[in-house]
């Protein structure tokens, strides 16, 4: 069906910025709205940002809300995590994720999504 493969994280000081991308191979990416979650060490898996099967509507936690934008090109099967302005909280583990769903009243949970990738480690230090 579909696998994702999260790339571009890394260790970045306060205030800085990184760009994540998540690949997805197969046919049928255009079918799927996408999600970002995170997972800090001892913590549960946290939504961060969801946008829809045509990238017409984006979602985002309040505690990211004006600086990550989530983005998709459907072309190269690719969906984006721009982070701005970063902060040590936002140090976590990030996962792409999948959903077959059409209704954004599923995308703010993880079971709301089919299918996941491996994950992408994000530390910032102060």
């Known amino acids: 069906q579909v696998q994702l493969v999260e790339s571009g994280g890394g260790l970045v000081q306060a205030g800085g910025s990184l760009r994540l991308s998540c690949a997805a191979s197969?046919?049928?990416?255009?079918?799927?709205?996408m999600g970002w979650f995170r997972q800090a060490p001892g913590k549960e898996r946290e939504f961060v940002a969801a946008i829809t099967w045509n990238g017409g509507n984006t979602y985002y936690a309040d505690s990211v809300k004006g600086r990550f934008t989530i983005s998709r090109d459907n072309a190269k099967n690719t969906v984006y995590l721009q982070m701005n302005s970063l902060k040590p909280e936002d140090t976590a583990v990030y996962y792409c994720?999948?959903?077959?769903?059409?209704?954004?009243?599923?995308?703010?949970?993880?079971?709301?999504?089919?299918?996941w990738g491996q994950g992408t480690q994000v530390a910032v230090s102060s």
């Open positions: 994720a999948a959903s077959p769903s059409r209704y954004s009243d599923f995308f703010y949970y993880t079971s709301g999504y089919r299918i």
């Open positions: 197969g046919r049928t990416f255009s079918d799927y709205a």
